[in-house]
């Protein structure tokens, strides 16, 4: 049997670590000071949510949909692409072929997606599924409100994500 290569990862803490009283200290020091800025200064660290609601970052990545022309169609051309690059493997696509209709440019969709799901349990909103898409018809929205009583609510169907919802807009 061949020598199994181990590394020591034990740490040698210098003398002030040692001493964990000064972290613990420097932890109720400020602890100490958001007491008195609350509690004497009145500072509010908190907002009266759902009526008061933080700005988010631009950058913020939150629930998907997916965009549709003015015929209510998805953008979406089942091309597998999203599904392919998903880190988290939460994308299901089914393919079908589409025989009816154009798109807002005249150009044929060939194919669109019988099913398109979304585990969004699993889902990291790393957003390279957007970054992916060539018909920017998955994107992720700054809605940050998803919470659901059952697990399989958390798994977005076509009709989900294809829905108008006030607030359900790209990122900027
Ligand atoms: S945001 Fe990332 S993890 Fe979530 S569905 Fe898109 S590619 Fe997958
Ligand atoms: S959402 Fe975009 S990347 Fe995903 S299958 Fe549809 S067209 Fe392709």
Redesign the pocket.
């Known amino acids: 049997m061949g020598k199994i290569n181990t590394v020591n990862v034990s740490k040698k803490y210098t003398f002030k670590e040692s001493l964990y009283l000064v972290a613990i200290i420097q932890g109720m020091m400020i602890t100490l000071k958001r007491f008195f800025e609350g509690f004497v200064l009145h500072k509010k660290f908190t907002i009266m949510y759902p009526e008061e609601r933080r700005d988010y970052s631009q950058r913020f990545r939150g629930e998907h949909f997916?965009s549709i022309d003015n015929n209510k169609t998805e953008n979406?051309?089942?091309?597998?692409?999203?599904?392919t690059v998903c880190p988290a493997e939460c994308i299901h696509?089914v393919a079908d072929e589409r025989e009816d209709d154009q798109n807002l440019y005249g150009v044929k969709k060939e194919k669109k997606?019988l099913s398109f799901d979304i585990d969004a349990l699993r889902c990291c909103f790393c957003g390279m599924?957007e970054e992916?898409?060539?018909?920017d018809?998955?994107k992720l929205s700054r809605n940050y409100e998803m919470s659901v009583l059952k697990r399989d609510d958390a798994i977005y169907d076509l009709d989900h994500l294809k829905r108008e919802v006030k607030g359900l807009k790209g990122r900027g």
């Open positions: 997916i979406c051309t089942a091309c597998f692409l999203c599904e696509i997606p599924c992916a898409c060539p018909k018809a998955i």
